[in-house]
């Protein structure tokens, strides 16, 4: 069972605030990702580190931001939240090799 | 084009029938490919992992690769109501971070 946790799990806000999607994993992984994935939608890269002090911006833009200051906490924050970041955001780490993703359970935000 | 597709589905099925679930992608230089299930309000999980072309089997669950053709497939024999779930395939270069391209997902309804 893969050691990757989120929190919340559910958070429905309003417009305009400013909320931290939080994600911790205790496998030693160097490589961690946040997908956002709409229902019944596929999954789409917007954010991914290769190890400490690393953040590079996926495929699909997004108005997040993420910062990686411990291995093991990747956190992805959205300063002003809007209707239309209402979507799943879901955490992966992958170890060195395999290219075998570990995902949390995910993170479901609602901006109303 | 999308770089991988699935048949979104939803795919109905009673139980103990035969699964079939595809995908194509169009980058040849692909070397891995893999398979997740994800059950409602989940994040997906690993459930077949295969390198460059082949068959490989684990239980009920058959993944083959057919690299000339660009074809991915999942079998699932003797299905079970607890295998509806959606089942995205991924594909990914060997040595690009374990970046991963997934398809859309197929929903499987197996009904008993």
């Known amino acids: 069972e893969a050691d990757i946790y989120q929190t919340p799990r559910y958070l429905v806000i309003g417009t305009g605030k400013k909320i931290t999607l939080e994600c911790s994993q205790t496998?030693?992984?160097?490589?961690m990702y946040w997908y956002q994935q709409d229902p019944g939608m596929e999954l789409h890269l917007i954010h991914y580190s290769y190890g400490v002090n690393s953040t590079e911006k996926g495929d699909l833009s997004s108005e997040s931001t993420v910062s990686r200051i411990r291995t093991e906490h990747f956190p992805l924050t959205l300063e002003s939240a809007r209707p239309s970041h209402t979507s799943q955001y879901l955490c992966?780490?992958?170890?060195?090799?395999?290219?075998?993703?570990?995902f949390g359970e995910g993170s479901r935000l609602t901006v109303l | 084009q999308k770089e991988v597709e699935q048949d979104p589905g939803p795919l109905s099925v009673p139980e103990g029938a035969i699964v079939s679930l595809n995908c194509t992608y169009s980058?040849?230089?692909?070397?891995?490919f893999m398979w997740y299930r994800q059950y409602s309000r989940k994040g997906p999980e690993l459930l077949m992992y295969t390198y460059s072309s082949g068959n490989k089997e684990d239980g009920r669950f058959t993944a083959q690769v057919d690299k000339s053709s660009k074809y991915i497939s999942l079998f699932i024999r003797d299905s079970q109501p607890s295998d509806s779930a959606t089942y995205l395939c991924g594909s990914g270069f060997g040595n690009a971070g374990n970046m991963l391209t997934f398809g859309g997902g197929t929903r499987l309804m197996v009904k008993p």
């Open positions: 992966a780490s992958s170890g060195p090799g395999t290219g075998e993703l570990f």
């Open positions: 496998m030693g992984h160097d490589k």
């Open positions: 980058n040849s230089a692909f070397q891995y």
